[in-house]
């Protein structure tokens, strides 16, 4: 038997009585110039008769039984009906429409029985466009090594055809799953490689132990971080509700370039602000802003930082910080500043203790923001965090599929009680993507954020005198 790791086992169990655990991505693409009427259809029939080798990963299915014992464990499926598994949708040309499909489609749960991934084509889209929905559960791969997946199957050459599937093997051994932007992994990587560490132990105790001493000392003399369960509580941190609500948008990187320089700043810093501004504004307009700052949950890369005993590829190489977000200030540069203090002593205290130590410091809380909404009595007072928000690199440079420009990518993360809303966002090409997702009771005008975000976007370049 192959047993599926304490973390991934629990995921399968929490999910009977929880929220589904996928991760997803859009990807919005033009039909390559001089593409008749039926070059969706054509694809969509290539796509149903291929018979490409299927990446391992995706082959694999977790089964649990009398059989095993009551273990989960992953079997490998014989054989892998695509039509199952790759299906067709079309919109009428209505943007709003077709993020309505997306929120639809990332609601229904992924069958177990079979392989634990659906592709959806949509076509339908303005100016002729088309897109494609994957969705994976996180048991399976997570939201990097998912992204890296499907730019793998996509090329640099506008003029390449017969192009594999993204689900097809690409010639390359599958790796083990990588770390990922959801915060559960993110929090329980490490209970995986404390065995291999345990001649360290007192170490990392050490690390933990003078790491929330520390965080208490940075909250009350710096204010740059935030006192464990030190977040208000938002609409944000309740019960998800069965149905879920995606928006997304692009900007020029050209543009947070300019705020990034004149604030000096990195662009990971005025991304995050853009995103506090919006809910700071959201929340204003409906009269709920509370007067402590939101706080977000934000993965930090400790690649780089003379950390050992992860791979440097596939190994925990991501600590956890809790940044407020400034949502009680009014002055959008003075709260980018705020969030750059804060990200920049994250990466200092996160590289000097090392991922598992930061993801043990914050445990509490996190485990305060998932665990709460499940109680019948919950106080609704304090929560750990309020939103996780997390940057994930795309392509770097343009991509095609047969011909098919890919023009905008998008994530579409997970969320689950106690996080309801999740904000991730992807670089690709010359634009950075916003993928915003939550459960549709908690955000039922998720649709309003964008331009939120663009406005927040326009102050920040108004304050500091750039883009005007």
Sequence with gaps: MNPLDPLDAAMMTAELVSNPMHVGAVLILSPPPGAGRDYVDELYRETQAGNDAIDPRLRRYPHQGVDTGGMWVWRDADSVDIAQHCQRRTVDGDAAGFWRLIAELDAERLDRSRPMWMSYLIDGLAGGRFAFYIKVHHTVIDGVAGLKMIAEALS????????????????????????????????????????????????????????????????????????PFGAPYTRFNGRLGPQRAVAAGSWPKTRIKAVQDAARVTGNDVVTAMVAGALRRWLLDRGELPKQSLVAACPITVRGHGNVGADDEHGNMFGLWLCPLGTNIDDPAARLDLIHRSMSEGKQWVGKRGSAASLLTVAGSIAATVISPLLPFSPKIRTGYNVPISHVPGPRAERYWNGAHVDEIYPVSTVYDGQALNVTTCSYADQIGFGYVAGRDIVPDIEMLIPLTEQCLTELETALGVGI
């Design 156 to 227: 640099t050459e506008a003029d390449r055809r017969s192009m594999p599937p993204f689900y097809a093997e690409h010639g390359h051994k599958a790796a083990p799953p990588s770390p990922s932007p959801g915060l559960l992994r993110r929090l329980a990587t490490p209970l995986r490689t404390l065995a291999g560490t345990a001649a360290a132990g007192v170490g990392l105790v050490n690390h933990v132990v003078t790491g929330e001493v520390s965080t208490v000392l940075d909250s009350l003399i710096g204010h740059t971080t935030v006192l």
